[in-house]
């Protein structure tokens, strides 16, 4: 059984939409992707140039109850 032209050409329209879409979805993703990845960069850096708390002198050492 064939399918009217009609039919068929509905069809395309609505996977070229879907297809659309999706892609338009993919592509957000991506740069939200890219930002987060520049965010944890940022946060991995600020946390390689922080002092350790094993760096500090007794001197500085905040009491247990802090």
């Not at 979805?25 to 991506?30: A, D, E, L, N």
């Not at 940022?42 to 094993?54: D, F, K, Q, T, Y």
């Amino acid at each position: 059984m064939h399918e009217p032209l009609e039919q068929v050409q509905s069809k395309i329209a609505y996977l070229e939409r879907a297809m659309s879409e999706l892609s338009d979805v993919v592509f957000r993703q991506h740069r939200e992707i890219q930002m987060l990845e520049t965010q944890i960069k940022a946060v991995r850096e600020r946390l390689e140039g922080a002092p350790s708390e094993e760096a500090r002198p007794a001197e500085q050492e905040r009491p247990p109850h802090y």
